[in-house]
């Protein structure tokens, strides 16, 4: 595949902090990368990073040992931001949680929702979350699960990891809770209800998380 082509395979998307920081990080738009390929597409857009402070790729299902290449793949690419590869429960059940990421790479928990294990999201390995559009929306049209969304962004904060969600605008829905994701759509931020205790309450842990970011 020519470089051209590479680059627009592997297009951009961004998420906005809500934490008042102005920090912005980049999401690869193409929806899974395999490890074979990932050297390539980090290479096709590494120019594109300057004002990021960190890129997910979301990682096609794959075994443990496909993991850890993609892992030491990423590490050595050397971007200049962080590179969190996003994975699903599955991917997570086949790792040894003892095998965390580094200073350059981590790793993120993909489309968390009201059936992910507390055990999951609290896993060694994992860095950061991200929960799923359907479960962010459902929250906001049923008690129960607004409930359960509310608890788990608390049990995240408490553990020092990073959660990413859909801002819904007020509105759209009957509930319409102001949740408190860390980093929402670019498209959906400016939307968005205004954070308000976001700015408070952070862990030591978060706030290490954060500066290992802006690096």
Not at 64 to 69: E, G, H, I, N, Q
Not at 70 to 92: D, G, S
Not at 125 to 137: C, D, L, M, V
């Given at each position: 595949m020519s470089a051209a082509a590479q680059r627009a395979d592997a297009s951009i998307c961004h998420w906005s902090s809500t934490l008042g920081d102005g920090s912005t990080i980049a999401e690869l738009s193409k929806s899974h990368v395999d490890s074979e390929s990932l050297a390539s597409t980090l290479s096709a857009i590494a120019t594109e990073l300057a004002d990021c402070v960190a890129l997910i790729v979301h990682l096609k299902p794959?075994?443990?040992?496909?993991?850890?290449?993609?892992?030491?793949?990423?590490?050595?690419?050397?971007?200049?931001?962080?590179?969190?590869?996003?994975?699903?429960?599955?991917?997570?059940?086949?790792?040894?949680?003892?095998?965390?990421?580094?200073?350059?790479?981590?790793?993120?928990?993909?489309?968390?929702?009201?059936?992910?294990?507390?055990?999951?999201?609290?896993?060694?390995?994992?860095?950061?979350?991200?929960?799923?559009?359907?479960?962010?929306?459902?929250?906001?049209?049923?008690?129960?699960?607004e409930c359960i969304l509310d608890a788990m962004l608390g049990f995240a904060r408490n553990i020092g990891a990073v959660t990413f969600g859909s801002a819904l605008r007020t509105g759209e829905t009957w509930l319409a809770p102001e949740f408190e994701f860390d980093y929402v759509p670019v498209s959906s931020n400016k939307s968005a209800n205004a954070p308000g205790s976001l700015l408070l309450n952070r862990t030591v842990q978060r706030a290490a998380w954060a500066a290992e970011f802006n690096r």
């Open positions: 794959a075994t443990a040992d496909d993991l850890y290449a993609a892992m030491a793949t990423a590490e050595a690419a050397r971007l200049p931001v962080r590179v969190c590869l996003a994975i699903e429960r599955e991917a997570l059940a086949r790792i040894d949680s003892s095998k965390r990421g580094d200073e350059r790479v981590g790793l993120l928990l993909d489309n968390v929702d009201a059936q992910t294990p507390l055990g999951d999201i609290a896993n060694d390995a994992i860095e950061a979350i991200r929960f799923g559009p359907a479960f962010s929306k459902q929250a906001t049209q049923n008690l129960r699960s």
